[in-house]
């Protein structure tokens, strides 16, 4: 039986690419880079053979879909931010195998999924970011599922719980990362470059630093009730579908561990960000 071995909420924001870069921004955010590379030295720690990546740049919207390729391989520039990555050749072995379960159980569950094998389908940054600091020797397979933009957070929990249901039918062990910021309002085109390191709202800053001291103090099931709200008021990345899966995934309400913050929070162009690793509740039979 298969197991999630790791389950962390982290960051993937282009300015962890222009950190690593030569010149004025080098080392802006090397406390992301840390801890990205230590979410990736646990996951081997732990035996992980894949990671399963809830990616909120791939956004859908219709229905949840998996990139189930055998092999990820190909260079990569950001349509959104092409100065900030470009050149960023990868290649990572895939797991098809996996995908089809997780289809499987999506649909046993009442929804519609789909696998994908389509030679040009790439990574998006939100796995290649975090895959570059974690995944340096390419040994881990790789596996996206997308986030749908108009689905619920209901949804999402259900998806969650059918990613667990898929993992112990496998014989893989999995690290689990929902890769997406916390609040994720940009600020207006004319000032957006002075944000570079700010968040755009006081209040979203705010909202943002009580959700991680709800879940550094196990508060999840308080979390949970605000989660509709927070992703409405706060401006979601990918409907906030990636935290969802990840505490659909962990048990619901039902879930009491307390998160470990690796990294200070931080502003990134407006947006919320921060890597936390929440422990993994012991599977029952």
Known sequence: ????????????????????????????????????????????????????????????????????????????????????????????????????????????????????????????????????????????RVLPIGCNIYSTVEENRRIGEALLRAVRRSDRKVAFLASGSLSHAFPPNEIAESLLDDVSSEINKNVDQAVLAMWNEGRIAEFLDMLPDYNARCTGEGAMADTAMLFGLLGWRDYTGRGEQLCPYFGSSGTGQVVVDFPVPAMRS
């Open 1 to 140: 039986m298969g197991e999630i071995v790791l389950a962390a909420k982290i960051t993937h924001v282009p300015s962890i690419w222009l950190s690593i870069q030569p010149g004025k921004h080098f080392g802006i955010r090397r406390p992301a880079e840390l801890a990205l590379a230590e979410v990736g030295r646990r996951a081997r720690e732990r035996g992980a053979d894949t990671f399963l990546v809830a990616d909120t740049h791939w956004m859908n919207s219709i229905g949840f879909h998996l990139n189930g390729k055998e092999r990820h391989r190909a260079t990569y520039v950001s349509h959104e931010l092409p100065h900030f990555i470009h050149d960023l050749a990868y290649d990572y072995q895939g797991d098809p195998e996996l995908a089809e379960l997780i289809r499987e159980e999506i649909v046993a569950g009442g929804q519609k999924a789909r696998v994908h094998t389509y030679e040009d389908l790439g990574l998006e940054y939100a796995t290649l970011v975090p895959m570059y600091f974690m995944n340096e020797d390419s040994g881990i």
